[in-house]
C-alpha cells in the first residue's frame, strides 16, 4: 500500500511540474513571438552545412582553460544586455583556440552588432568570426 501511495504521489508531481497555468510566460520577455502562429521552421539548408564540417558547432569547443573562460565571459556578458531578443540570448559562442565563432539568429542588425562587439571586446576584435544571421521570417 505505501508504495502504491508513494507512486501516486509521484505521478501527480510529474504531471503537475508539466502543467503550464494559464497567463504563465515562464520568463519570455515582452513583444518575444506576442501574437504569432508558431511556425516550423526549414532548417534543411542549415543542418546539411552543419553536418559538412565546414563551420564549426558547438561540439567544437574547445576544453582547455583559455577557451572555456573566454566563452564563458562572452556569454555572461551577453545576458548583461537587458534589451536583448530570447533568441539573441541563445546564440552559440564557440571558442577554439582563441578564435571565436557567433552562430545563431537574432532579431535585427542591432543585435548582431552588439554581440559582435561584446565578442570582439573579450577576445580582441580580428579573432571573431561573425556569423549571426537575422530573422527575416518575422520582421
Known amino acids: 500500500m505505501n508504495h502504491r501511495m508513494i507512486a501516486l504521489v509521484f505521478a501527480g508531481l510529474a504531471l503537475g511540474a508539466c502543467n503550464t497555468p494559464a497567463g504563465s510566460d515562464h520568463g519570455v520577455r515582452s513583444g518575444d513571438n506576442v501574437g504569432r ?21 558547438p ?8 577557451d ?12 548583461k544586455v537587458k534589451d536583448l531578443s ?24 542591432n543585435e548582431r552588432e552588439a554581440i559582435g562587439k561584446i565578442a570582439e571586446r573579450v577576445a580582441g576584435a580580428d579573432k571573431v568570426d561573425n556569423q549571426l544571421e537575422i530573422d527575416t521570417q518575422h520582421m
Open 37 to 57: 502562429a508558431p511556425s516550423s521552421p526549414d532548417n534543411t539548408e542549415i543542418n546539411k552545412r552543419d553536418r559538412s564540417g565546414d563551420t564549426l558547432t
Open 59 to 66: 561540439m567544437d569547443q574547445k576544453e582547455n582553460a583559455a
Open 68 to 79: 572555456l573562460a573566454t566563452t564563458a565571459s562572452i556569454r555572461r556578458e551577453i545576458l
Open 86 to 109: 530570447t533568441t539573441a540570448d541563445n546564440v552559440k559562442v564557440i571558442t577554439a583556440d582563441g578564435r571565436v565563432t557567433l552562430r545563431g539568429v537574432v532579431k535585427n542588425e
